[in-house]
């Protein structure tokens, strides 16, 4: 299984991008979706998560109401859309997923398989 994330970049305070992470190799059906993010001299942190079965979803207190999850099922594809961002926003975001839907979706040691990191930096 491959998970390639995409949609990184540069953007200015206040401002949009939307990550996608296209996965290869297996269909999803009951797992989860994570995604992470590391910002420098700090811990990987859980941003948000989404089961690909119904798609509910969990945010980070950080995020809620600035990001949002979706998939599409079709493609194999998730996507973090995020709004309003700012600059503690700053980091390399991980997509992932967990293919036995553990109980805890925080853990990163719960994912099985992870994307490659996209850099998403916001300026003041």
């Known amino acids: 299984v491959q998970l390639q994330a995409s949609g990184g970049g540069l953007v200015q305070a206040g401002g949009s991008l939307r990550l996608s992470c296209a996965a290869s190799g297996r269909t999803f059906s009951n797992n989860r979706m994570g995604w992470f993010r590391r910002a420098p001299g700090k811990e990987r942190e859980i941003v948000a998560a989404?089961?690909?079965?119904?798609?509910?979803?969990y945010y980070a207190d950080s995020v809620k109401g600035r990001f949002t999850l979706s998939r599409d099922v079709a493609k194999n594809t998730g996507y973090l859309q995020m709004n309003s961002l700012k600059p503690e926003d700053t980091a390399v975001y991980y997509c992932a997923v967990d293919r036995f839907y553990s109980a805890t979706l925080s853990v990163p040691t719960n994912y099985d398989y992870w994307g490659q990191g996209t850099q998403v930096t916001v300026s003041s």
């Open positions: 989404i089961s690909w079965s119904d798609s509910s979803a």
